[in-house]
């Protein structure tokens, strides 16, 4: 086996363990609907189909669903998928979607106590940057108009709540 | 002659200054959102819901239609210059259209697009004014079982026709199902599949997660690959006009799309993206030129591009008429009528005529808006696909956060938008299909209902759906749109030649 062999067993491999887990996070969600199930109250009075029925059925499909995928990747793999999945592995750069959606958390979280525009201000460079724009300058006066003309048109204008944080007094 | 007097009065609403500058609103929107690639109408209406609560319906409602119009004018502009489609509806018409872009006929390209989709358009909202109130009346007949019956119908369509795996298709639509459960029973008041969190009792609001799904899951699904492309627009040099011999060809092609696309759409079978296929191959097969094909044949822009405009007002009908949406753009529609009270089916013809006919007359007016848009003032939507990436990606986030965060000033409702947009990148990654899934938050709720209904009328009888010949129709319709895809292989299997591809797959079920 040449390197190059090596490597694209190892890519094809990785590729099929993703789908497997994602089959494995499939039948594992019908498994939690099905154990609430019984936590639903049955209210009272008598009706024909009681609100348990459809959680019921949903969840059994999700667990056969994601039963018959993970059957599927191990006994007839899906060739195009599999080869799809392996393109997006070699180019994808996880470091950036992890960055991403930390940021976006942070984002969340700042809103309350640093006020919408303020916020918005600090996020759209971060993220710019982390998406690979090199000019930091442009992003951060981008990001403070936008935060503050969302921020003054949704409050003035739409009648649209915004927090105001730190630049109460200001705006 | 009904009709004519309410499309008067429709036009007669729909001309006044207020509404003619939100349909202007919505078409230049549209168009612009359109243009950018990864975004598309689902997406922009589903963002702008929360800013029009204190709107008048009827002029929100035709912004909306607007922005859904234009967004399927602006699709094309990208497919041809970029190749890169900006809803799933144009994929098709990036064949031709980026071929003639190559080889320097970019603008006769756009030209035959827009003035394709000017003709579809009018003539299926035509089609859409006289079939639409004809249904409205039949569908007075429904009966519970049928509604339950004709949602089953909905979600075996959307799943087995779009997206290339029916098992992925199918878990999407139930992944779906699972999150419209989440929240209190209508019925009896029960709370489901809480896991005790209180802000999860009203239920995982529909914006929710259109925009998790469409707007941060593409995002993040952008954001993992945004080092690893480049994009090159192709220029336009010569002025955006036709040939004689280009009107020639265009014109057949435009008619034969929009015949395609407005009875497509109508039916519930995921709205523009097969019609777009089908013209596509109907326009290949009757072609005199066929050397042309994969260097630029200009009916295999005007055909697909017109049904795609056709299939819009096709949509519209089952909308309108029974409540029930065959695309994700559609859904996110019908949660637009709920916001205003207003329950689109049968009766709201008799309820709303005021709206419904302002809405229809909008199209027509929003279809020359849009023709002036795309053809003389193409150049300065060419002008945005200048934006960079890094910048579109992160605006998308801002716009996206901020539309869900000013429903209600929740920062665990953005949290909870964040981790579907999570769910939406995976689901992006390993082929799934996110339409079936907000069709299934959507309509799963009426699918409920009417199932509930209709097992209390018949006292628990489950063959009530098979008895009655409408709902026993409908299944067997569901059951037809499961086994379609599959009736190549078998011809072929009876044939005794070799199969050369296990099921035909009509689109990739990447609407948004």
């Known amino acids: ?171 | 002659m009904d009709v004519f007097t309410n499309l008067l009065h429709g036009f007669a609403s729909a001309l006044t200054p207020q509404y003619l500058l939100l349909a202007a609103l919505g078409v230049t929107l549209g168009t612009a959102i359109g243009v950018l690639p990864g975004i598309g109408p689902a997406l922009t209406v589903a963002l702008l819901l929360p800013l029009t609560y204190n709107f008048d319906p009827t002029g929100a409602l035709i912004m909306f239609a607007g922005i859904y119009y234009g967004g399927m004018y602006g699709g094309s502009t990208t497919s041809i210059l970029l190749n890169t489609p900006g809803e799933s509806a144009s994929v098709a018409t990036t064949f031709e259209g980026f071929a003639m872009a190559k080889s320097g006929r970019g603008g006769a390209a756009l030209a035959t697009s827009a003035i394709g989709s000017f003709v579809a358009g009018t003539i299926s909202t035509l089609l859409l004014t006289f079939v639409a109130p004809i249904i409205a009346k039949i569908a007075l007949l429904f009966q519970p079982a049928d509604y339950f019956s004709l949602t089953v119908l909905a979600f075996m369509s959307v799943t087995a026709l779009v997206g290339k795996s029916f098992l992925r298709g199918m878990t999407s639509l139930f992944i779906g199902l699972f999150i419209g459960l989440i929240g209190i029973d209508v019925l009896t008041g029960q709370p489901r599949l809480t896991f005790g969190m209180p802000e999860l009792l009203d239920g995982i609001d529909v914006v929710v997660v259109a925009v998790g799904l469409f707007a941060v899951g593409e995002a993040l699904y952008v954001a993992s690959q945004i080092r690893n492309t480049k994009d090159e627009i192709l220029p336009v040099k010569k002025g955006i006009w036709m040939t004689k011999e280009e009107w020639k060809r265009s014109w057949p092609a435009w008619l034969r799309g929009t015949l395609i696309g407005f009875p497509f759409g109508a039916l519930p079978a995921g709205g523009a993206e097969i019609p777009t296929f089908l013209s596509y191959t109907t326009e290949k097969r009757l072609s005199k030129n066929k050397e042309e094909w994969g260097h630029g044949a200009i009916e295999g822009v005007a055909g697909p591009e017109a049904a795609n405009n056709a299939a819009f007002s096709g949509v519209l009908v089952p909308l309108l008429t029974l409540g029930l949406p065959t695309s994700a753009t559609a859904a996110i529609l019908l949660v637009a009528f709920q916001i205003y009270n207003l329950q689109p089916g049968p009766l709201l013809f008799q309820k709303s005529p005021d709206l419904v006919w302002a809405l229809i007359a909008s199209l027509y007016i929003g279809n020359v808006m849009l023709l002036i848009l795309n053809l003389p003032l193409i150049r300065i939507w060419i002008k945005i696909l200048e934006i960079p990436r890094t910048l579109l990606y992160a605006g998308i986030l801002v716009f996206g956060t901020l539309g869900v965060y000013s429903m209600s000033n929740s920062f665990v409702d953005v949290m909870i938008m964040y981790a579907i947009g999570v769910l939406g990148f995976f689901m992006r990654r390993y082929g799934f299909p996110v339409g079936p899934t907000i069709l299934g938050v959507i309509l799963l709720p009426m699918a409920e209902a009417q199932f509930r209904r209709a097992l209390s009328i018949s006292q628990g009888d489950l063959s009530v759906f098979v008895t009655r010949p409408l709902s026993l129709g409908l299944l067997l319709m569901a059951v037809g749109a499961v086994l379609l895809p599959y009736v190549p292989v078998l011809i072929a299997r009876l044939r005794r030649k070799p199969v050369e591809s296990r099921r035909i797959v009509f689109g990739d079920g990447q609407e948004d």
């Open chain 1, 1 to 171: 086996m040449t390197q190059n062999d090596a490597k694209s067993a190892s890519l094809s491999a990785r590729a099929l363990f993703g789908l497997r887990l994602a089959a494995l996070v499939v039948i594992l969600l019908g498994g939690v609907i099905l154990t609430q199930v019984p936590h639903i109250g049955t209210g009272a009075g008598f009706i024909v189909v009681g609100p348990r029925v459809f959680p019921t059925v949903i969840g059994i499909g999700v667990l056969l669903l994601g039963i018959l995928f993970l059957l599927r990747t191990t006994f007839q793999p899906d060739r195009d998928l599999i080869a799809e999945v392996e393109a997006e592995e070699t180019s994808t750069d996880w470091a950036t979607i992890v960055l991403t959606f930390l940021s976006l958390v942070v984002y969340a979280a700042l809103l309350k106590p640093l006020g919408y525009a303020l916020a918005t201000g600090l996020f759209f460079p971060a993220v710019a940057r982390i998406f690979g724009s090199t000019r930091l300058g442009r992003d951060v006066i981008i990001g403070v108009i936008l935060g503050l003309v969302i921020y003054l048109s949704f409050t003035q204008i739409l009648g649209v709540r915004l927090p105001a944080g730190l630049l109460a007094g200001i705006l």
